[in-house]
């Protein structure tokens, strides 16, 4: 399997168009496998599940239409986007199970830097708990979110996935609501007090992509 790193912005059109023709010759067994690494410019994306008033500020940055499952989201410099590309009719075609393993992969990666990454029953993505927050307006322990998952699937091949907040400015996510969450906030590493680089979390998810989907080439 292909293990891909793009340096600088990747737009989203190109990234779209690049994926597309992935996964059709991932599908036709014309293609390896593939994790894609990159950034992209300041953008919002709508997922299928998206509603038009958590889109706040729509003349901010660039939105676009995305046909992964989700909300809104942002993108943008600083954060890591890892797109997914890997073939379920080999993997078992278990869409929940598949969720899961994203969800186990981002959180192991986590954990290479003592952040103690958590998912939440009807809230997509990983969080972490903010102690040093205060309580929320319903008595709840402040959370953050860290890390945002889509997906989409075609003839059981993956595409889009996740992307974990490394040094973005969280500002721009003040433009939507974040997967539809207005109760609680968003973080990065880098806001959590760890000076962690882009290459320090791409190791960190290679390292700790295997145990969860299995051997990944060098």
Not at 78 to 83: E, H, S, T
Not at 100 to 108: C, N, P
Not at 112 to 137: C, H, S, Y
Not at 188 to 204: E, F, K, R
Request: net charge negative; with cysteine.
């Amino acid at each position: 399997m292909e293990w891909k790193i793009t340096d600088g912005l990747t737009s989203y059109d190109d990234a779209v168009a690049s994926m597309e023709a992935r996964v059709a010759a991932i599908a036709n067994g014309e293609a390896e496998e593939c994790v894609w690494l990159l950034e992209h410019p300041p953008l919002y994306t709508a997922g299928t599940s998206a509603r038009i008033e958590d889109l706040t500020d729509p003349d901010r940055f660039p939105v676009y239409a995305s046909k992964r499952g989700g909300e809104y989201t942002y993108h943008g410099p600083g954060q890591r986007v890892a797109y997914v590309m890997l073939d379920l009719n080999k993997r078992g075609r278990d869409v929940r199970q598949f969720v899961k393993q994203l969800e186990t992969w981002v959180i192991s990666a986590l954990a290479e830097f003592n952040v103690q990454g958590e998912i939440r029953d009807g809230r997509v993505g990983v969080w972490v708990r903010r102690d040093d927050k205060p309580l929320t307006a319903t008595g709840k322990p402040a959370e953050d979110k860290i890390a945002a998952i889509g997906l989409r699937l075609r003839k059981w091949v993956s595409f889009h996935g996740i992307s974990v907040n490394v040094e973005p400015d969280l500002e721009h996510f003040s433009g939507i609501v974040p997967c539809g969450i207005s109760e609680y906030g968003v973080t990065s590493l880098v806001d959590l007090g760890l000076p962690v680089t882009m290459a320090d979390l791409d190791a960190a998810l290679k390292k700790t992509f295997a145990d969860v989907f299995g051997p990944v080439a060098p």
